[in-house]
Each structure stands twice: as structure tokens, then as C-alpha cells.
Nanobody, 123 residues
Framework: QVQLVESGGGLVQAGNSLRLSCTAS????????MGWFRQAPGKEREFVAA????????NYADSVKGRFTISRDKSKNMVYLQMNSLKPEDTAVYYC????????????????WGQGTQVTVSS
């Protein structure tokens, strides 16, 4: 079992930055690949980024490449999403998720989910 808790969301102006954190707990949490998804009002949840359990490989959605960076600190059981140059269209609830194999964007392949944290970007 892996438990995930997101934090760091809030209201920010367009062009500014925000860093989301995900605390992973559970005996095997560090063995899992981690991802971030988001869901905007009235839209389906979409993939944002993922990182291998070792931290050596990452995967990003085209919409956030060059602006967002996913990282992890295994000593602290933490996963981060650094979001720069934020746009109003980045407004969404952001979710942390875990999967044992792969870095793909398919939601159903992730086994564990956090409760989400709201990010609102004003224009």
C-alpha cells in the first residue's frame, strides 16, 4: 500500500511559479514510479509528468514541456512538480499518482492516487 498526500497548491498570477509536493508513505513507496495528473473544471483528468523510481528518467506532456519539472527526493519520500511560467489554462486540481512499472500517461495504469490540490492561475 502507498498513501499519497499533495500540498502546495494555491492562487498565483500568470507568469509566476508554484511548486507542488507529494508525500509518499508506505513501506514500498520509493519503489514506485510517480506521476502528476490534473483535472480542470468540466474536463477529463490529464497526464502532466512522470518520473522513474530511480529519478533517472522523466516524461512530460507536450503542454508543460519546458515549463514544468518533476523531481523526487527518495530520502524524504517526496515528489515535486515545479511549475514555471504558469498560464490560466494550467488551472486545475493536481493529483499525485503511483505506478510500479512504466512512465506512461494512461490514468488507469496508476495504482495509487492522492486527494488532489487546487492550483488557480489568474490572468
Amino acid at each position: 500500500q502507498v498513501q499519497l498526500v499533495e500540498s502546495g497548491g494555491g492562487l498565483v498570477q500568470a507568469g509566476n511559479s508554484l511548486r507542488l509536493s507529494c508525500t509518499a508513505s508506505g513501506r514500498t513507496a520509493n519503489n514506485y514510479n510517480m506521476g502528476w495528473f490534473r483535472q480542470a473544471p468540466g474536463k477529463e483528468r490529464e497526464f502532466v509528468a512522470a518520473i522513474l523510481s530511480t529519478g533517472s528518467t522523466t516524461n512530460y506532456a507536450d503542454s508543460v514541456k519546458g515549463r514544468f519539472t518533476i523531481s523526487r527526493d527518495k530520502s524524504k519520500n517526496m515528489v515535486y512538480l515545479q511549475m514555471n511560467s504558469l498560464k490560466p489554462e494550467d488551472t486545475a486540481v493536481y493529483y499525485c499518482a503511483a505506478r510500479y512499472i512504466g512512465l506512461g500517461p494512461v490514468e488507469r495504469e496508476y495504482e495509487y492516487w492522492g486527494q488532489g490540490t487546487q492550483v488557480t492561475v489568474s490572468s
